[in-house]
């Protein structure tokens, strides 16, 4: 979308590294919070760029998407298909998928959206799951760093994703809480062990 004006909006944590990297190299940046929702109107007052998503909690409705069609993106910290929605580190150890990072576009699915971006990133069992945590914060917002201007200009790859995959929820982590003694303290290692 070369030449798109408007500012660039954010959605997430204000603490987000990829938000940091918005600010450096955009000249304009509208943040919403985690939980701040976005409506059509207030797409239609700020006439944004683009949509940014990082660590958004809300879903965003396809009233909303149809305002920035092909320029909401989201960051997620897993390897798409692979554990879309909450807690994916913990999912691809209790479930021995693929570990790693994932930039795409926002359709109407839940983390469905066609491919960016990704890089693998596996999950030493002498890692916390906080640590894990870190690690994949700290891949991800490289990796936008590094496709960001090829998102902006409208040159960077679109791919859909492979079939299969999985989805979970915050309901689904009641289920296994116990597997994590000490929280997110908990060692990579002692969960792996814990369902082997």
Do not use: C
Not at 77 to 90: D, E, K
Not at 131 to 140: H, N, S, T, V
């Amino acid at each position: 979308m070369p030449g798109v004006p408007g500012p660039v909006l954010f959605l997430g944590r204000d603490d987000s590294l990829a938000l940091a990297h918005l600010r450096d190299v955009e000249r304009d940046v509208v943040a919403l919070a985690p939980e701040e929702p976005i409506t059509p109107e207030l797409l239609d007052r700020l006439d944004p760029a683009f949509a940014v998503s990082h660590g958004y909690k809300l879903i965003i409705r396809p009233a909303t998407l149809a305002r920035l069609p092909d320029r909401v993106i989201n960051l997620h910290i897993s390897f798409l298909p692979y554990n879309r929605g909450v807690q994916p580190a913990l999912w691809s150890v209790l479930e021995g998928t693929p570990s790693g990072v994932t930039i795409h576009y926002v359709d109407e699915g839940l983390d469905t959206g066609d491919l960016i971006a990704q890089e693998p990133l596996e999950l030493p069992d002498d890692w916390t799951f906080s640590e894990a945590y870190d690690r994949l914060q700290e891949a991800i917002a490289g990796l936008f760093t590094r496709v960001w201007p090829a998102i902006r200009d409208g040159t960077a790859p679109r791919h859909p994703q492979p079939p299969g995959g999985t989805l979970h929820r915050y309901a689904d982590y009641d289920a296994v809480a116990h597997l994590l003694p000490q929280g997110w303290d908990t060692r990579v290692g002692a969960v792996r062990a814990g369902v082997r």
